[in-house]
């Protein structure tokens, strides 16, 4: 069994001056770019009500956490619990979305800022996204796909702090 985004004592931020810790959150799942967009009489793209919605209770949900600003260079690890219904969708189509609303809810000051991303899904539970978010020089992470190859998850190794004499 991959337990993958669950909240170790590494993730929560402990306090020690001058060093960032990643942080855990969740999110309603992000709806796929393919269905969220419109086309409008005139040309150009509209987003659709539902993905307006989406977006709002995606911003309360995070906002309600009251996670700190991660800030720096920033990698972001994602984990899309992925339902019957989303057999033949496509994981990457919903990394914008839910990295966007990193930025709306104040996670991360702006996307330019994400170096590095992952993405996976991972089996149904609620029906939610998880995301680890981490500067870049405390990244160390491996994927462990479920036996099956359907899902997995990226499982992160906490930095070991050095001793100084």
Not at 17 to 29: F, S
Request: net charge positive; charged share 20%.
């Amino acid at each position: 069994m991959v337990r993958a985004f669950t909240k170790p004592e590494s993730v929560v931020t402990t306090g020690e001056p001058g060093r960032a810790h990643p942080i855990a959150l969740t999110m309603p799942m992000p709806p796929s770019l393919n269905n969220a967009y419109r086309n409008l009489r005139k040309g150009g793209r509209a987003l659709t009500d539902a993905a307006k919605d989406w977006k709002a209770h995606a911003l309360w949900h995070v906002k309600s956490q009251r996670l700190p600003v991660v800030s720096g260079s920033i990698v972001l690890i994602f984990g899309f619990e992925r339902s019957a219904a989303m057999r033949s969708a496509d994981v990457d189509n919903r990394i914008k979305f839910a990295t966007d609303a990193l930025v709306s809810a104040g996670v991360i000051p702006d996307d330019k800022h994400v170096v590095g991303v992952a993405a996976s899904w991972l089996p149904p539970a609620n029906g939610l996204a998880h995301c680890l978010v981490m500067r870049a020089h405390e990244a160390d992470f491996t994927f462990q796909p479920s036996p099956d190859g359907a899902c997995g998850g990226w499982l992160y190794s906490a930095p070991q702090l050095m001793e100084t004499a």
